[in-house]
């Protein structure tokens, strides 16, 4: 019986790209056939880690070496979990634990054990070929209302998934994408595998919220949260000749896209999700939604969005092994409410979320997108707070631009909200170093009724 396959990406580019720049850090320069090469060299020590197919946990290094590392591995022939590199080691510990994985690679070219005689064929493997259904990558989900699962992909899901991307924002040899967004997300694996498949070249080093870098190293795409828009925005220099600017990590104030797209930008939001592999529905500057080849699209009766396609993960990592949570017609339910009619897109916030004040449906999304048309917030969370009378009320964290007059913004916000949806207390949102803002953290200081 044959086994679908993947062929690997990087020895392709080597094939085919040749002496193009692959990867460009801040103090090096590989080709695609110099990182072939590295890559096959480091694989053929980390093969002696384990067996194929054993699990392997990465601190995500923004770094050539890291990326080095985390390519060796799956040539390998060794799934890899890349980690956030400041996790604290007792919480890995307990992540390991739990989802059966015993290796660990702190660092980049560590030093790998010697098990003993395990044979050449072990010592030489190189896996050029993967399989279409075997697990290839490890991802945390963000872990915002509990524990954070492992996403499980396919090298399948990840080739289809840049595959889908460049139908609407294409790349080609020449074409430079900065590495903005961390590896240890499936956004920024996502950036790695457009590249590789391109024939692009990968940027490391920069920030794409800094327009003097992005010039200096002629960066042509970038991917970004809105907060690293807004800072972009807001520096005093002249902006990049950008080719592509993606935009995604939740939606974004129509405000900031049209100065974004007034000082030429070509903007594209994006509503995706770890389990399709990044992803599903691009929106550009004529708000028309473009559903990516290999994925598909609906909404249920009650308004949450149901996604299925060829970039649908594996499974969650569950002792040891996956469990897919698809419904009998193998639709994931992303619990995340939406309008979709094939033309036009929009997300109307989680459902899980969603929380009741008075009798009444809150949903804090729909508050937080009427904050940020305020012209002095940059950014807004709403959280409930337990309330002897409504059982719940809102609290508002803001991330404001300059001194915000709290009695002046309720006012404002009485014209755009309903009673039941003005928050009762508003607080300065804390900094945040991830993606995604931990809204239980959030919870937790409304509680207390303080930052």
């Known amino acids: 019986m044959n ?3 993947q062929p690997c990406l990087l020895r392709a580019g080597a094939r085919c790209f040749g002496d193009a720049p692959a990867v460009i850090g ?4 590989l080709t695609f056939r110099d990182l072939d090469r590295r890559v096959s060299k480091r694989a053929r020590a980390l093969a002696r880690l384990a067996t194929p197919g054993t699990w392997v946990v990465l601190r995500a290094t923004p770094s050539v070496d890291g990326l080095i590392e985390f390519l060796a591995l799956l040539r390998a022939g060794l799934p890899v979990l890349p980690v956030n590199p400041a996790q604290p080691e007792a919480t890995l510990r307990v992540l390991m634990t739990r989802n059966r994985i015993e290796r660990l690679l702190e660092a980049p070219d560590a030093p790998v054990p010697d098990p003993g005689d395990v044979g050449p064929r072990l010592r030489e493997a190189q896996t050029l070929e993967f399989a279409d259904d075997a697990p290839c990558t ?13 996403a499980v992909h396919s090298y399948r899901n990840h080739v289809l998934s840049a ?9 080609a040899p020449g074409d430079r994408y900065l590495l903005s967004l961390p590896w240890f997300h499936v956004a920024g694996i996502a950036i790695l595998f457009r590249c590789l498949l391109a024939g692009a070249a990968l940027v490391l080093g920069g920030r794409a919220e800094d327009p ?7 960066i042509s795409h970038v991917s970004m949260v809105e907060v690293q828009l807004r800072r972009l925005l807001a520096r005093y220099a002249p902006l990049p000749a950008l080719q592509g600017v993606l935009l995604g990590g939740g939606p974004v104030g129509p405000t900031i896209l049209a100065a974004a797209r007034q000082r030429g930008l070509p903007v594209w939001t994006t509503y995706g999700l770890t389990e399709m592999s990044s992803q599903v529905i691009t929106q550009g500057a004529d708000g028309r939604g473009h559903l990516l080849p290999y994925r598909e699209c609906r909404i249920a009766e009650d308004g949450e969005i149901l996604v299925r396609g060829d970039t649908l993960f594996l499974g969650y990592l569950e002792d040891g092994g996956l469990t897919r949570p698809v419904d009998g017609a193998g639709w994931f ?29 809150v949903q804090p999304e729909r508050i937080e997108a009427v904050l940020r048309r305020h012209p002095a917030i940059a950014q807004a969370v709403v959280v409930p707070r337990a309330d002897a009378e409504f059982g719940q009320r809102p609290v508002a964290f803001l991330d404001a631009v300059g001194e915000i007059q709290q009695d002046a913004l309720r006012s404002w916000l009485r014209q755009h909200l309903s009673p039941w949806e003005l928050p009762v207390a508003i607080h300065p949102l804390p900094r945040s170093e991830g993606m995604k803002i931990r809204r239980a953290d959030l919870v937790e200081l409304a509680a207390r009724g303080r930052p």
């Open 212 to 218: 003097h870098f992005l010039r200096a190293m002629r």
């Open 26 to 29: 801040p103090a090096d320069l």
């Open 3 to 5: 086994v679908a396959t």
């Open 333 to 361: 339910h992303t619990r995340d409410l939406g309008y979709w009619d094939g033309i036009t897109f929009e997300w109307h916030g989680r459902s899980d979320h969603q929380f009741i004040s008075g009798g009444e449906n």
């Open 138 to 150: 490890g991802i945390l989900t963000s872990g915002s209302t509990g524990e954070p699962k492992v």
């Open 163 to 171: 595959t889908g991307s460049a139908a609407v924002m294409p790349l």
